[in-house]
């Protein structure tokens, strides 16, 4: 069965630093990644996705995750942080449905 | 709208009673999910619909909830003698699901936010 691990469920990082959030997942086949931010009182929308291709995928503001197969990890990562990326950030797998993992709170220290 | 739209945006109901959700997806949306988010916590897969296959219902918690669309639009997530952990916010998402990979980017609603007296 498919599932999505975040081991961190909170990340401070100051204003400019590099970030790093952590996504592992399990699957039996080939799978589809991604990863979704939630903005305070704001709904979720897709930051980016990996369906195929290149292992390096990009996002909106500035994220970037790599896909690692032999790690079976999708770590999303900025290297200077805002605080405007103040948010909840979901990875999530597709197999046969998309699941969802518990989310990383991002905070942004000035 | 252009969005997925859900209704209604705030529901408070008493130990008990019946709550009904309600979301409509984006015309042309075959795929259709509803999840859960309790305060502070993840998302909690609930139920999938893709077109006209049986719904996957393994998310759902208990015999209390269930869900139900008709075709390929409107969907409603209902749940029976609610309890006070049901308070949460129910957030469904469409995307054009089928075959293609480029079709699994999910579009959210803005959720329902229901409390349980």
């Known amino acids: 069965a498919q599932s999505v691990t975040q081991l961190d469920s909170q990340v401070p990082v100051f204003e400019e630093a590099p970030v790093e959030l952590r996504c592992n997942y399990s699957?039996?086949?080939?799978?589809?990644l991604f990863w979704y931010v939630q903005y305070p009182n704001q709904g979720l929308q897709l930051l980016l996705k990996y369906l195929s291709g290149s292992t390096l995928v990009k996002g909106i503001n500035g994220f970037e995750a790599e896909f690692n197969k032999s790690q079976t990890s999708f770590h999303l990562r900025k290297p200077s942080v805002h605080i405007s990326d103040t948010a909840e950030y979901f990875c999530?797998?597709?197999?046969?449905?998309?699941?969802f993992g518990k989310g990383t709170r991002l905070h942004i220290l000035p | 709208g252009a969005g997925v739209s859900q209704s209604p945006s705030n529901k408070v109901t008493e130990k008990g009673k019946d709550v009904e959700l309600r979301c409509d997806p984006i015309?042309?949306?075959?795929?259709l999910y509803w999840y859960r988010q309790r305060l502070g916590q993840g998302l909690e897969f609930l139920i999938y619909f893709q077109g006209n296959s049986a719904p996957d219902k393994s998310g759902l918690p208990s015999d209390r909830f269930s869900a139900e669309r008709t075709g390929e639009s409107v969907s409603t997530l209902t749940i029976q003698r609610t309890q006070q952990e049901d308070s949460a916010v129910y957030l469904c998402?469409?995307?054009?699901?089928?075959?293609?990979?480029?079709?699994?980017?999910?579009?959210f609603g803005p959720g329902t936010r229901l409390l349980v007296l």
């Open positions: 999530a797998v597709r197999d046969d449905k998309i699941i």
């Open positions: 015309s042309g949306h075959t795929a």
């Open positions: 699957s039996s086949v080939s799978v589809y």
């Open positions: 998402a469409s995307s054009l699901g089928g075959v293609g990979r480029s079709r699994e980017t999910q579009y």
